[in-house]
């Protein structure tokens, strides 16, 4: 419920696992597809699987499309982090009766979520947009989680000689109209090149 002359922020979308980001954006709304990009291995999956396990661990639906990730490693970053152990640890033979313990609780509680992930290494929008309407019509759809947007195949047509910018720039603003379609926040990971910036952190842009 927002809070009307508090001055305070009051969030109008999902929550992220950070507070400076909800005080920026305050929360990701209903139909926005929200850019998270950095160059590769600083933590842009990290993030994104953060902000799913936010959502999920509120009850809402999430769908993660991972077109690089198997689902099954994606899965175990997701439980390592929620049971506050080393991945490594997820994959080791004998792990300690804590760790195990620990482990044991994280596979519990995800098991009552609402997240589905897609590994889907050719996937193109219009079969991105065919499994979300599915999705929502079977489990709801709080939050869709693509990962990542140079890897989504893009569907030419004869003729079509534009560069990879141009596409990328279609392929973006065909999933805003799915975000405001399907009204609820899409967040698309996105890979800079290096030397983009100086400032290697990821950022989150509308």
Request: charged residues 30%.
């Amino acid at each position: 419920r927002a809070r009307f002359g508090s001055g305070a922020p009051a969030h109008v979308g999902l929550p992220t696992p950070w507070p400076r980001v909800n005080s920026e954006l305050l929360g990701l709304g209903p139909g926005e597809l929200i850019l998270i990009g950095a160059e590769t291995s600083v933590g842009k999956t990290v993030a994104a699987t953060d902000i799913a396990r936010e959502t999920a661990r509120a009850n809402r639906s999430v769908y993660f499309f991972s077109l690089e990730m198997p689902r099954t490693e994606l899965f175990n970053r997701a439980l390592a982090a929620e049971a506050g152990v080393d991945l490594k640890k997820i994959r080791s033979v004998v792990p300690t009766r804590e760790d195990f313990d620990a482990i044991a609780r994280a596979t519990t509680d995800t098991s009552k979520w609402r997240f589905k992930i897609d590994y889907c290494p050719r996937i193109t929008v219009p079969q991105v947009r065919i499994a979300c309407l599915r999705r929502k019509a079977t489990h709801g759809l709080d939050l869709v989680v693509i990962d990542y947007l140079q890897l989504i195949t893009f569907v030419t047509r004869r003729g079509d000689d534009r560069n990879e910018a141009s596409r990328l720039a279609e392929v973006t603003r065909e999933l805003k109209i799915l975000a405001g379609e399907l009204m609820c926040p899409v967040v698309l990971l996105s890979q800079f090149n290096n030397g983009d910036g100086d400032d290697k952190r990821p950022s989150v842009k509308r």
